[in-house]
């Protein structure tokens, strides 16, 4: 459901973004958008090693 929503939400904010910037090209956009992909799941890898490093041994200590 997760990859639904993640889906829908790209293809309303591209077409926002198709329909606001005026004189740029299709390919323009879809170049942007690629960008933004991967720049989130940077960031989602990110918050992966920062939850790997910081919260998995804390809890092995607790138990």
């Known amino acids: 459901m997760h990859q639904i929503g993640s889906a829908l939400s790209l293809s ?3 077409a926002v973004a198709a329909s606001v ?9 879809a170049a942007r958008s690629g960008a933004a992909l991967t720049g989130s799941a940077a960031l989602l890898a990110l918050a ?3 939850t790997l490093i910081l919260i998995v041994p804390v809890r ?3 138990t």
């Not at 910037?21 to 956009?29: L, N, P, Q, R």
């Open 60 to 62: 092995d200590i607790i």
């Open 12 to 14: 309303i904010l591209t």
């Open 21 to 29: 910037s005026a004189g740029h090209e299709a390919t323009d956009i």
């Open 48 to 50: 992966l090693a920062a």
